[in-house]
């Protein structure tokens, strides 16, 4: 999980570097004029494409053929606002393999692009999500876990069935940042000020400033039960 949020931690830096560079050199090419905003706020390698989530819109690169595609809500998208993205993943003969949907997070509920069709779906609260406010989304196999901005909603695709949790043991809350999921476990995750989560971590009253901290929660699948730890 870390390995793979690094590595799009650094690809949105370096994408927004470039930008920034362009911008102050008057020197904007081909490649970054069509790019639908200047804040890139998430990024997916799926195969020969390279997605790049922006504020206004989402950019898809074709590797092979160097030529990007542009997505709006002209095209479907649920809003040009959009925050983040996750490419389908399942199982295959040599591991994790990527499927045939890419689900976006927006500020107003989720969009799935099915590449095969090139056509849309939307989900929002009307359809179950707990907000549409969007944080981040983990898909896998028949579950996509998303976090929202009230919580963690859950969905089923072969049930077609919505859960939503405000809650969970052993955490304060289910206020998450990242989250990402296989078929054995959910690992979620949160920055938390030691100040306001004393119960959790180990509260420093003789420094007495706010010192961020990940609070690891790994949540067993089939177990009935959920399990936290930090580390």
């Given at each position: 999980?870390?390995?793979?949020?690094?590595?799009?931690?650094?690809?949105?830096?370096?994408?927004?570097?470039?930008?920034?560079?362009?911008?102050?050199?008057?020197?904007?090419?081909?490649?970054?004029?069509?790019l639908a905003g200047n804040e890139v706020r998430d990024v997916?390698?799926?195969?020969?494409?390279?997605?790049?989530?922006?504020?206004?819109?989402?950019?898809?690169?074709?590797?092979?053929?160097?030529?990007?595609?542009l997505f709006t809500t002209a095209d479907g998208l649920i809003s040009n606002q959009v925050t983040c993205i996750d490419v389908e993943r399942k199982e295959g003969i040599f591991g994790q393999k990527s499927g045939q949907y890419v689900w976006f997070g927006t500020d107003s509920g989720i969009c799935v692009y099915d590449k095969k069709s090139e056509t849309w779906e939307r989900y929002s609260q009307q359809d179950g999500l707990s907000n549409n406010r969007v944080k981040k989304i983990s898909a896998y196999g028949r579950t996509v876990w998303i976090i929202t901005a009230?919580?963690?909603?859950?969905?089923?695709?072969?049930?077609?069935?919505?859960?939503?949790?405000?809650?969970?043991?052993?955490?304060?809350?289910a206020d998450m940042t990242c989250v990402y999921h296989d078929r054995r476990s959910v690992r979620l995750a949160k920055n938390y000020?030691?100040?306001?989560?004393?119960?959790?971590?180990?509260?420093?009253?003789e420094r007495g400033q706010t010192v961020l901290e990940i609070l690891v929660v790994t949540w067993v699948l089939g177990c009935g039960q959920e399990k936290a730890s930090m580390t």
């Open positions: 999980m870390w390995k793979r949020q690094l590595l799009v931690i650094i690809l949105v830096i370096f994408i927004n570097c470039v930008v920034i560079y362009a911008q102050t050199n008057n020197e904007l090419n081909d490649s970054l004029e069509v997916e390698i799926d195969g020969d494409y390279v997605w790049v989530v922006t504020d206004q819109g989402v950019n898809r690169y074709d590797l092979e053929k160097k030529r990007w595609q009230s919580g963690i909603s859950v969905y089923d695709k072969k049930k077609n069935r919505w859960q939503s949790y405000q809650t969970l043991k052993g955490v304060p809350d000020h030691r100040k306001s989560a004393a119960v959790q971590l180990c509260h420093n009253s």
